[in-house]
Structures are given as C-alpha cells and as structure tokens.
C-alpha cells in the first residue's frame, strides 16, 4: 500500500485528509471544523436525490431482485456486522445499479446515515469533508467516476487514496459506487513497464470490490416483472428489446422529456417518423424520406433559420444515447450478407406514445409526398389504407397504383358514388374481385387484404384462421397487437374473443337482430361492441328499442354509455340520429361551456402534455362529439370545420357528416364535390381524379 501511496506526492495526500481528527484540511490547506454529522438518517433519503432513475410518475416500481443483489447484500451484513467494505457495480447506463444500491442500504436502520457528496464538486466534496464521516454511514458515490477519474487534475487520486485510508482507520463504513465498464477499464488497468501510472490509487481502491450487471434480465427476471402487474412493469417486459427491462424503465420519461424539449431541427425528424409509423410505414426508415418529410412540421421563421447542414446535424442528434442508452431514433445498419435496409427507426416507447397523442393531429401534405416517392413497395398498400380513412382519395389513388391494386381503386370508386367512372376503371384495369377467395380463405388473397385494408372483415378471416388452427392465443394477440394502433374494430374483436374464450364476462345481452354474429352469440356481440363504443352497434341496439316502444329504457341505456364516453345523452342522441330526417334541420342549442372548442382542444392538449392517456381518451372522445354540438348549436360553419378535422384525423366515416352540413349550408356543389373526391392534404376539397 506505502508503494501506492507514492505513486502521488505523499504529503500531498497525507495533507488533504486526516480520518478520524476533529477537523479536516481542505484542497488549499485550510482547516474546517464541523459540528454535525455528515449525511441524512438512511430511512429520511429519497431515491431519486440519491439519482436512481425514475420510471414515470408515480413511485418506483416493485424491484427485480438479480443475481448481483447476493453481493451487495454481503457488504451490508459486513458493514452491519462491524466490518468496513466497499461494493461497485459495473454495467451500462441504465441498467439498474443505482437502484440495486439503494434497495440494499434502504433498511439500515439508526444510526445508519447516507452521504452523498456533490458540492462545490463531487471529488472536492469529498476531499473537504472525508475526515468527518463517522462510524455507521454509508458513503454514496454514484457515476464513481466523478469522484475517481479527473483528468488534467490528482484530485481523482487523492479521493481515492483518502477513501483507503477511510477503510483501513474507520469502522464501520459503507462505500458504495457505480462505474460504466469503460471507466472501470481505465481505472483498473495495469499500466505497460514504461507508461506512467495516472491510476495507481484508484486501480487499488477498486480491484476485488467490483460486481458487474447485466445489460438484460434473464428469462425469469422478466416473468418475476411481469407477474409483479405494476403496469409500467409489465409493459416494459413485454415491449424492453434484449429484456433490457431497467433501460426501458429509465428512458422512456427521459425520452419523452427529450421530445417535448428537443430543438426545432430534432422535433420535426422525430415527428415526421412519428406519422410516418402510424400511417403504416416500416420500421426502418431511410434519411431520405425523414428528411423530405420534416420540413412540414417548421414554421416558417423554424426554416428561414436553419443551417445549410440542419438535417445531418438534427439527425445526429437524434440518434445519441441519453438516459438509459436510448436515443429518439436509432441507426440501423445492415448486416453483411443481409438485405435489410439501412436507416433509422423509431424508439418503441416514442412510437407507443405517438399513437395515442398525436391520434388527433393531421398529417402535413410534405408527408404524404414524401412517402409516395421514397416509401418500399411493400408499404404502399397499407398506406393507401391509411390515406383512405383520412379521406385522401387521391393520395390513396396513387398508392394503389403503385401497388399495382387496381381492384382497390374500383372498390374507392363505389364508395365514393361514382359508378359509371367505376365501371370504366374495371374495363380499363381488366381488374378482378377477390372478394370470393377471401371468402374461401384463400391464404394469399388474406394477406394481401389484410395488408390493404384495415377492416373488419379482413380482421375476421385472419383471427379465425387462428381459430381454426388451434392458435386462440395467436388470434388474440394479434387483434390486441392492431388495437394498439388505435384500430377501435380490433379493440372490440379481441374483447369479444375474450368472452368466447371464457376470459371476459359478457355484458347483459340485449335480444336484437344483427348481422354482426362473429364468434358467437349474436346479441352477446352487439351489446358487448355498443358498451365498447362501435356506433354501429349502439344504434342497432338503438334502434331496435325504438321500434318496440322502449324510449324510456333507450334513454337510460344511453345515458350509461354517454357517461363512458363523455358526451351528454343529448349529444349522443344527436349521434344516432346523424344528420336527421331528409329536410329536418336540428333545434340549434347553445352548447355548454366546457364543450367549446377552444375548451375541448385545449383539454386534449394538456392531456397530452401531461402523459395522461386516460385524460386523453375522455378528450378524444369529447372531441369526436364535438362536431354534431356545434351543429346543434346552429354554428354549421365551425362544426363543417371539425368535421373536416375529424377526417383528416382517420374518421373517414364523417364525409358524410360534413357532406351533411354543406347541404344545410347551400353548398350542394361542394357537398357533391367532397364525396365525390374527398380531401386533399391541408383540409382543402380535393378535384377530379384518376
């Protein structure tokens, strides 16, 4: 030990720190006395002072005990027992070390105490106050490295010769600490016979106190997570990549911070890879394409200010590792002898989030344009549905072609009312209806539909091909998969599984003929889609009690559903009767005040900011209703404008709602024209196409 203590001045060292003294000489020489002990009572510390990562809001999740936990355990019962000793864990960012730490020390009991140094510095700290740390605390040294490796400066040195000399003179301590493998390398490593020795105390401070952790769980450490049922951990072990669960736990409130604070370069790249995955797009997607599309979400004056290399500067940022090694995006590259494509990819987590919150935010035509010139062929059918439902038929026109699916085109061409330009595209395409071997379930005309079309139907013909084979499971998590997405038909197939498989109570059926009988019982089916929200159930349900004279029943049965949904009875009336009989004009109504738009937004907004996805559901679904107030009110003009929104938004379905208004509005033209064509990016009525 006297041959490392040389390696730096000894009186310099020996001047800093005199362990066991009433006082202690500081880094200039000055004595310091102190009246106090150091540090807090174990039990009054807060985990996340003491810098262990949060999960998100709420307390910490239930901890996964890991193999390293037997070590650390070890060095607390020494410690307890009387005996000095010190304990590092060594591993990546985020991989759970500073939690470990914490849940071996959280019980000591009094007089245990816990310092943790920072100020003035985190080594300077030390250095002050080491000679007053008394018998019974623990020595919290987090990102040891701060304290041990100072480059250009021996204060790393001194720290680490006086926390020696606190382990051989003092008893009993605790001296915990943290190390990324990379420094532990640095400071550990023997140096060749001619190279100097810049490490020489730290490399016999640590070596034998040094425990590593994983970068992943084990498989039974995520079952052990999973079967906790705390949500954020049973997300994160089924969604962490490489069951790198702690990671997952640690980045995903930094990356969300890191979104919402990101710079205006950085925020329109990881948004436009936001839309550009929930309108269907592969993972992988290539700079070009994220760089065509992020113009669209700068403001003018974001542009004018950018730099001539903004976009490789932004993207760069983009992929840098923060909190938990994870990063906005990440850079994929292919493996040698592989096809896949290089690019980025989205972070899970991000991607999760963004399909909730941005569910009622429109997508910017540079978007679009982007996609239909550098998007894969095998994206484009999925696209081409993703436009569709917005209401962008020309846009999804030019998907189906390049996807060389003219049978779609015809199928949009009925939809929109336009018969004879059907016809003409049949005999011009020589197209062919697949529709009966989707019937027959035919294995390539399934799929080929499934990836063109998010319908019920295609969802249907895939589950129960699951079904027959034996795979329920297979069929459920693949509906639960697509629900995800926001894909509400899915939502209600997976719960009405559910109760065919006996996992779901069914609601109390309603005796109503509907030919909506998949997968059992039919009026099982209705109620159990009308109590999940699928209007078309609701007013099946609806209107069956009308024609039996059951208004009184209908109004209690809809004011329970109202109330789920956040609207008023009235309101949801209003719903079920859509537009109206022919000619009737509804009885303007003055909305309430929590249902003007300015409210229902900014509810929807705040919801969003605060990561409160129930918050935002209950918004969202006020927002959809939002609409048919304003018609009630008789603001025809803004409720024509929501309903437009509404559409670009993936409720395609409300074309003919705002075909509806423009009608009441004397703007028969127009109404004809947007059922005709649809919409055109920016909510503008699309012209004539092909």
Same mark, same amino acid.
């Given at each position: 030990?006297?041959?490392?203590?040389?390696s730096?001045?000894? %009186?310099?060292?020996?001047?800093?720190?005199?362990?066991?003294?009433?006082?202690?000489?500081?880094?200039?020489?000055?004595?310091?006395?102190?009246?106090?002990?150091?540090?807090?009572?174990?039990?009054?510390?807060?985990?996340?002072?003491?810098?262990?990562?949060?999960?998100?809001?709420?307390p910490?999740?239930?901890?996964?005990?890991?193999?390293?936990?037997?070590?650390?355990?070890?060095?607390?019962?020494?410690?307890?027992?009387?005996?000095?000793?010190?304990?590092?864990?060594?591993?990546?960012?985020?991989?759970g070390?500073?939690?470990?730490?914490?849940?071996?020390?959280?019980? $000591?009991?009094?007089?245990?105490?816990?310092?943790?140094p920072?100020?003035?510095?985190?080594?300077?700290?030390?250095?002050?106050? #080491?000679?007053?740390?008394?018998?019974?605390?623990?020595?919290? $040294?987090?990102?040891?490295?701060?304290?041990?490796?100072?480059?250009?400066?021996v204060?790393?040195?001194?720290?680490?010769?006086?926390?020696?000399? $606190?382990?051989?003179?003092?008893?009993?301590v605790?001296?915990?600490?943290?190390?990324?493998?990379?420094?532990?390398?640095?400071?550990?490593?023997?140096?060749?016979? /001619?190279e100097?020795d810049?490490?020489?105390?730290?490399?016999?401070?640590?070596?034998?106190?040094?425990?590593?952790?994983?970068?992943?769980?084990?498989?039974?450490?995520?079952?052990? /997570?999973?079967?906790?049922?705390?949500?954020?951990?049973?997300?994160?072990a089924?969604?962490?990549?490489?069951?790198q669960?702690?990671?997952?736990?640690?980045?995903?409130?930094?990356l969300?911070e890191?979104?919402?604070?990101a710079?205006?370069?950085?925020?329109?790249?990881?948004?436009?890879?936001?839309?550009?995955?929930r309108?269907?797009?592969?993972?992988?997607?290539?700079?070009?394409?994220?760089?065509?599309?992020?113009?669209?979400?700068?403001?003018?004056?974001?542009?004018?200010?950018?730099?001539?290399?903004?976009f490789?500067?932004?993207?760069?940022?983009?992929v840098h590792?923060?909190?938990?090694?994870?990063?906005?995006?990440?850079?994929?590259?292919p493996?040698?002898?592989?096809?896949?494509?290089?690019?980025?990819?989205?972070e899970?987590?991000?991607?999760?989030?963004?399909?909730?919150?941005?569910?009622?935010?429109?997508?910017p035509?540079?978007?679009? %344009?982007?996609?239909?010139?550098?998007?894969?062929?095998?994206?484009?059918?999925?696209l081409?549905?993703?436009?569709?439902v917005?209401?962008?038929?020309?846009?999804?026109?030019h998907?189906?072609?390049?996807?060389n699916?003219?049978?779609?085109?015809?199928?949009?061409?009925?939809?929109c009312?336009?018969?004879?330009? /059907?016809?003409?595209?049949?005999?011009?395409?020589?197209?062919?209806?697949?529709?009966?071997?989707?019937?027959?379930?035919?294995?390539?005309?399934?799929?080929?539909?499934?990836?063109?079309?998010a319908?019920a139907f295609?969802?249907?013909?895939?589950?129960?091909q699951?079904?027959?084979?034996?795979?329920?499971?297979e069929?459920?998590?693949?509906?639960?998969?697509?629900?995800?997405?926001?894909?509400?038909?899915?939502?209600?197939?997976?719960?009405? $599984?559910?109760?065919?498989?006996?996992?779901?109570?069914?609601?109390?059926?309603?005796?109503?003929?509907?030919?909506?009988?998949?997968?059992?019982?039919?009026?099982?089916?209705?109620?159990?889609?009308?109590?999940?929200?699928?209007?078309?159930?609701?007013?099946?349900?609806a209107?069956?009690?009308?024609?039996?004279?059951?208004?009184d029943?209908?109004?209690?049965?809809?004011?329970?559903?109202?109330?789920r949904?956040?609207?008023?009875?009235?309101?949801?009336?209003?719903?079920?009767?859509g537009?109206?009989?022919?000619?009737?004009?509804?009885t303007?109504?003055?909305?309430?005040?929590?249902w003007?738009?300015?409210?229902?937004?900014?509810r929807?907004?705040?919801?969003?900011?605060?990561?409160?996805?129930?918050?935002?559901?209950?918004?969202?679904?006020?927002?959809?209703?939002?609409?048919?107030?304003?018609?009630? /009110?008789?603001?025809?003009?803004?409720?024509?404008?929501?309903?437009?929104?509404?559409?670009?938004?993936?409720?395609?379905?409300?074309?003919?709602?705002?075909e509806?208004?423009?009608?009441? #509005?004397g703007?028969?033209?127009?109404?004809?024209?947007?059922?005709?064509?649809?919409?055109?990016?920016?909510g503008?009525?699309?012209?004539?196409?092909?």
């Open positions: 030990m006297e041959e490392v203590n040389n730096v001045a000894g %009186s310099e060292i020996g001047a800093v720190v005199q362990v066991g003294h009433a006082t202690t000489v500081n880094v200039h020489g000055s004595a310091t006395p102190r009246t106090s002990p150091l540090g807090r009572p174990v039990a009054t510390c807060s985990p996340l002072d003491l810098e262990v990562h949060s999960a998100g809001d709420g910490l999740p239930p901890y996964i005990r890991r193999s390293h936990d037997a070590v650390l355990d070890s060095a607390v019962r020494a410690a307890f027992a009387g005996t000095s000793a010190m304990s590092v864990l060594v591993g990546g960012s985020s991989t070390k500073t939690r470990a730490c914490w849940e071996a020390v959280r019980t $000591l009991p009094a007089p245990w105490r816990l310092w943790h920072i100020s003035p510095g985190r080594p300077q700290a030390v250095l002050a106050d #080491l000679g007053h740390l008394q018998p019974h605390t623990v020595l919290w $040294l987090n990102e040891s490295h701060h304290y041990l490796l100072t480059p250009g400066s204060l790393g040195e001194q720290v680490a010769a006086g926390l020696r000399e $606190l382990l051989r003179s003092a008893s009993p605790l001296v915990l600490g943290t190390l990324w493998p990379e420094y532990w390398q640095t400071l550990t490593r023997e140096p060749g016979p /001619a100097p810049p490490h020489a105390q730290a490399r016999a401070l640590l070596v034998g106190t040094g425990t590593r952790v994983a970068d992943e769980f084990t498989a039974a450490d995520v079952a052990a /997570a999973a079967a906790t049922a705390e949500p954020r951990l049973v997300e994160a089924a969604r962490a990549r490489d069951r669960v702690t990671q997952y736990l640690a980045g995903a409130p930094a969300l890191r979104f919402r604070t710079p205006p370069a950085e925020e329109a790249i990881i948004t436009a890879a936001m839309d550009i995955r309108l269907g797009h592969g993972l992988v997607m290539s700079a070009d394409l994220l760089k065509d599309a992020a113009p669209g979400y700068l403001t003018d004056s974001q542009w004018n200010k950018l730099g001539d290399n903004w490789a500067d932004a993207l760069a940022a983009c590792p923060g909190p938990g090694g994870s990063s906005p995006l990440a850079h994929v590259r493996r040698p002898g592989r096809t896949t494509a290089e690019g980025y990819q989205l899970d987590y991000l991607e999760q989030r963004s399909r909730l919150t941005r569910s009622a935010t429109t997508v035509a540079t978007t679009w %344009s982007a996609l239909l010139s550098r998007s894969a062929p095998e994206d484009h059918l999925v081409a549905t993703a436009a569709r917005r209401g962008l038929y020309r846009i999804a026109h998907f189906y072609l390049k996807a699916a003219p049978r779609y085109v015809y199928d949009m061409l009925i939809t009312g336009r018969g004879e330009d /059907a016809a003409a595209w049949a005999r011009r395409t020589g197209g062919h209806d697949v529709r009966p071997r989707l019937a027959a379930g035919d294995p390539a005309a399934v799929e080929t539909f499934q990836q063109a079309a319908s295609a969802l249907r013909i895939r589950a129960e699951l079904l027959r084979g034996g795979r329920a499971d069929a459920l998590r693949a509906l639960d998969h697509r629900a995800e997405t926001g894909d509400r038909t899915a939502r209600v197939m997976a719960e009405l $599984l559910r109760i065919k498989l006996g996992s779901r109570t069914p609601p109390e059926p309603v005796q109503v003929p509907t030919e909506l009988d998949w997968m059992g019982d039919p009026d099982v089916v209705v109620r159990a889609a009308a109590e999940l929200g699928d209007w078309s159930a609701v007013r099946k349900i209107g069956t009690m009308l024609a039996e004279g059951e208004r029943h209908l109004i209690t049965w809809l004011r329970g559903i109202a109330i949904q956040s609207m008023t009875p009235e309101n949801l009336l209003f719903v079920l009767r537009d109206g009989p022919p000619g009737e004009t509804p303007p109504r003055p909305p309430e005040p929590d003007e738009p300015d409210t229902v937004f900014s929807l907004v705040r919801a969003s900011q605060n990561n409160d996805e129930y918050e935002y559901g209950e918004a969202f679904a006020r927002l959809r209703a939002l609409p048919f107030a304003l018609q009630q /009110a008789g603001r025809l003009d803004e409720a024509l404008e929501w309903h437009v929104l509404l559409i670009e938004t993936g409720n395609g379905n409300r074309i003919r709602a705002a509806g208004v423009l009608r009441l #509005l703007r028969p033209e127009e109404a004809d024209r947007l059922k005709a064509f649809g919409l055109d990016p920016g503008r009525f699309a012209g004539p196409w092909p």
